[in-house]
């Protein structure tokens, strides 16, 4: 009962052999190797696109350093409240580019164009104030909704009319494609998106992200800035090889998918008991549910694993996040203790 987050999932048994198989022989050093060569021909051929991409070990790194790259270190990076970059990274995408977080309100962790203006039309005082100069979204939001192609382009239309630039973090944005069964870039360079960084770790990796350039001007100096940061893998073969068998024959999408589709089984079980309330409509591989908290400290005693996202007196909102390793089996398990201890609550 592993509803934890899909970081603790593990590494998809063909990543664990594409390791195995790059782990042969010698190769060059500092991203020199083909393995890392053609993970980023690989991620150009997905989004079919021009674009510069650069792997690196973390997605706070991914985060930090795209950013970096996007803003003046007097800018600022609009973002949600509820944005990983701005709750959950230690003050990295402040301390690699040196501008100031300005989070916003949105409901389920979306901006809107709306919210994003009215929050522009407060910047009047010219010097005195930082100089927008990014809008970060995540897609898919921290509470698992989308952003659709559509809306991609609202907000990336009122980002560059103020003369910003959009960045997605896209730690989860497998589950947003396979949700949204769009293209690719249809939530990317075509929808005016100029950075993203795209997680594979989440998703099957062992620790595989990109940062990837739409705007391939704002790549020119970022491997400095990707060796400054310590991000430049000496053995970096070793990530390559990981993106590579993430991509081929589509397994990026494959484990999206089931991740996705556990969540919606889970979402319609939890459905059935009374006491329980879906808290989000169901999107990709979240499943926010209210529980009440007699229960849920019945299931925690049981060995349930799930992170706490609310809590009220007697009731507390439960994150139960699906992976590629979810199996229906492990569901039924969670479902059968709801059962045994529905009387508790």
Partial sequence: MHFLSDNTAGVHPDILEAIQQANVGHAPSYGADGFTEEAEKLLERLFETDLRAYLVATGTAANALALAAMTPPYGGILCHEEAHINTDECGAPEFFTGAKLIPLPGEHGKLTPEAVRERLARFAH???????????????????????????????????????????????????????????DDLAGRAGVDALSLGATKNGAMMGEAVLFFDTALAVEFPRRRKRAGQLVSKSRFLGAQV???????????????????????????????????????QTNMVFAWLPRKLHEALVEEGAEYHCWREEENRVLARLVCSWQTTEEEIEAFITAITAHAHTA
């Fill in 126 to 184: 010219g010097e005195h104030q930082v100089k927008p100069a990014v809008l970060s979204i995540t897609n898919p939001t921290e509470w698992g909704v989308l952003y659709t192609p559509e809306e991609v382009r609202a907000l990336a239309a009122v980002a560059h009319e103020h003369d910003m630039l959009l960045h997605v973090d896209g730690a989860r944005f497998a589950n947003a494609v396979a949700a949204l069964n769009c293209h690719p």
């Fill in 244 to 282: 590579v068998a993430w991509l081929e024959d589509d397994l990026w999408l494959e484990l999206a998918l089931h991740a996705n589709a556990m969540a919606r089984l889970l979402a319609a079980r939890l459905d059935d008991f009374d006491m329980i309330d879906i808290a989000v409509p169901v």
